[in-house]
């Protein structure tokens, strides 16, 4: 049971996870609730350690699928760069002197 901790532990360290604002929550959140139900499971065959590590880190690869997965739906639908909200278009007009002045 060990080997298969440490791999799974080593394999989920080296994935590069998405950055968007929405993938860090989930990650986070995903590793806590993670960790709390697999350490709810795994104690109840005297395991509690190891279950909520590997609760912790699927909850995490989970979480962090999820918000991806709304950072690239916020991303295409014209919210600009994920996380950082819509840029409002503000229309004008250059006058003679060079300035711009908004409607």
Known sequence: MKNTLLTLLTAVSLVSCA???NAQ????????GGAAVGG???SQ?????????IGAGLGALGGNALGNARDQ??????????GYGRQPQQRGYYDNNGR???Y
């Open 45 to 53: 065959s005297h395991r509690g350690l190891e279950g909520a590590a």
């Open 19 to 21: 950055s968007g604002p």
């Open 73 to 82: 739906r916020n991303y295409q639908q014209g919210y600009g760069q994920p």
């Open 100 to 102: 711009y002045h908004y």
């Open 25 to 32: 929550t989930g990650s986070v959140l995903g590793a806590l």
């Open 40 to 42: 709810i499971i795994g």
